[in-house]
């Protein structure tokens, strides 16, 4: 998520106060984003022996209070929920078995009835392969690579 303009200008310390606060205090509850009041904010750095002047917590709380906004009132209905995953898994895992596709669809770190695959990552490596296939530049093999810890390669050519 991109910066309110308004916050533009905010240092490193301004936004790791915002994280602190959010780890702290919960970033959303019962679906929505969180909100914070003033004395919120306050306490979970007081916890911390973490102390900022009113102005900063000010601003803090008006950039939590966007951000809850922005996500609860905008963006929250654009999101998918497990069962629409579900079902636009279910027709890229199509894609991936009969394409022979050589990227992982991991499972969600669940034991037991709630391990099943982690639909949205499995749905962006499907997504990204494919994509790479069409294009024809798997480049001697490269493709595409789901492992995050490994090596990326952007070829300049073509």
């Known amino acids: 998520m991109r910066r309110f303009d308004e916050f533009a200008d905010?240092?490193?310390?301004?936004?790791?106060?915002?994280?602190?606060v959010s780890e702290r205090s919960g970033y959303s509850k019962g679906g929505f984003v969180s909100t914070h009041s003033a004395q919120d904010i306050e306490k979970a750095l007081a916890e911390a022996d973490f102390f900022i002047d009113?102005?900063?917590?000010?601003d803090?709380?008006?950039?939590?209070?966007?951000?809850?906004?922005?996500?609860?009132?905008?963006?929250?209905?654009?999101?998918?929920?497990?069962?629409?995953?579900?079902t636009e898994y279910e027709k890229l895992s199509a894609i991936h078995s009969g394409g022979n596709y050589r990227s992982k669809l991991p499972y969600n770190k669940q034991k037991g009835e709630m391990k099943q695959i982690a639909y949205f990552t499995a749905i962006i490596n499907i997504l990204a392969?494919?994509?790479i296939k069409k294009s024809g530049r798997e480049l001697g093999g490269l493709g595409f690579n789901d492992d995050p810890r490994g090596l990326v390669y952007i070829h300049a050519q073509g």
């Open 60 to 86: 803090v709380k008006r950039y939590l209070d966007l951000r809850a906004d922005l996500l609860n009132n905008q963006v929250k209905s654009s999101l998918m929920d497990a069962a629409a995953a579900k």
């Open 129 to 131: 392969e494919k994509t």
């Open 10 to 20: 905010r240092d490193t310390g301004f936004w790791a106060v915002v994280k602190y």
């Open 54 to 58: 009113r102005r900063q917590i000010t």
